[in-house]
């Protein structure tokens, strides 16, 4: 799992890093609002955002409200501020959770576990830097949506909800015909999923040879 930490305190930067490494999450710290609107424009795929309010070059809550909230990543704020208004404007504007300074990094761990664990069961899956929000019917590709048709979207469910199993091409087939009414042929579903392939722009859909087609969970 990748966490992002966006916070100035050097020793708060020092004591996460440690402690989430040794639980096994990568982490990235940033310590400005720029650095982090910079970083996030590259488009690597974070599964959490811990956010200071505080930082050197702006507000945190209104970092979230105008450029994280619309990116769809989980966000935790972090801050010294203990005053109820602030702590109902960060769950307001839509943040997960809100751990004051000074924290437990067991009661921090918890928080993350049970905020990565609430989006696991919200129905979103992700392989690689692709997710699939099951309940909504979006995919994202590093946190940013992708145009797919509705046919698109149904063929790419199918393989996500089949995980690590094959889809057959006559599976495939039969449920094309359900959904549209058309009859199709193995060359036209060759053709649709070299169209997702495109709009991807990754490899996460395997072709099993004269079978049909496969996601493995990594």
Same mark, same amino acid.
């Given at each position: ?8 305190? *050097?020793?708060?930067?020092?004591? /996460? ?16 609002? +720029? ?12 599964? *959490?955002?811990?956010? =200071? &309010?505080? /930082? ?15 990116? !769809? ?6 801050? !010294?501020?203990?005053?109820?208004? %602030?702590? &109902? @404007? ?15 990094? @067991?009661? /921090? *761990? ?6 990565? /664990?609430?989006? +696991?069961?919200?129905? *979103? ?7 699939? =929000? ?12 992708? %145009? ?29 015909? %359900? ?29 099993? +040879? ?9």
């Amino acid at each position: 799992m990748n966490i992002l930490l966006i916070e100035d305190n *050097l020793n708060i930067i020092k004591g /996460l890093k440690y402690t989430l490494e040794k639980n096994n999450y990568q982490l990235t710290f940033l310590t400005t609002i +720029k650095e982090a609107t910079d970083f996030l424009k590259v488009k690597p795929h974070i599964d *959490l955002i811990i956010l =200071d &309010v505080t /930082l050197p070059d702006g507000n945190g809550f209104d970092f979230y409200e105008f450029q994280l909230k619309n990116l !769809a990543i989980p966000t935790l704020f972090l801050t !010294a501020k203990d005053e109820e208004d %602030d702590i &109902v @404007k960060g769950l307001n504007l839509g943040a997960e959770d809100y751990i004051i300074k000074p924290f437990s990094t @067991k009661e /921090l *761990l918890a928080r993350i576990k049970r905020i990565l /664990l609430r989006y +696991k069961k919200q129905g *979103l899956i992700t392989i690689k830097d692709i997710t699939f =929000d099951l309940n909504k019917m979006v995919v994202f590709k590093n946190q940013q949506i992708i %145009d797919l048709t509705s046919l698109e979207l149904k063929l790419l469910h199918l393989l996500f909800i089949n995980l690590n199993r094959v889809v057959s091409r006559s599976t495939i087939l039969s449920y094309i015909w %359900d959904w549209t009414g058309n009859d199709v042929d193995d060359h036209t579903v060759t053709v649709y999923f070299q169209r997702i392939r495109n709009k991807l722009q990754t490899d996460i859909i395997t072709t099993v +040879k004269g079978i049909g087609y496969r996601i493995d969970e990594k």
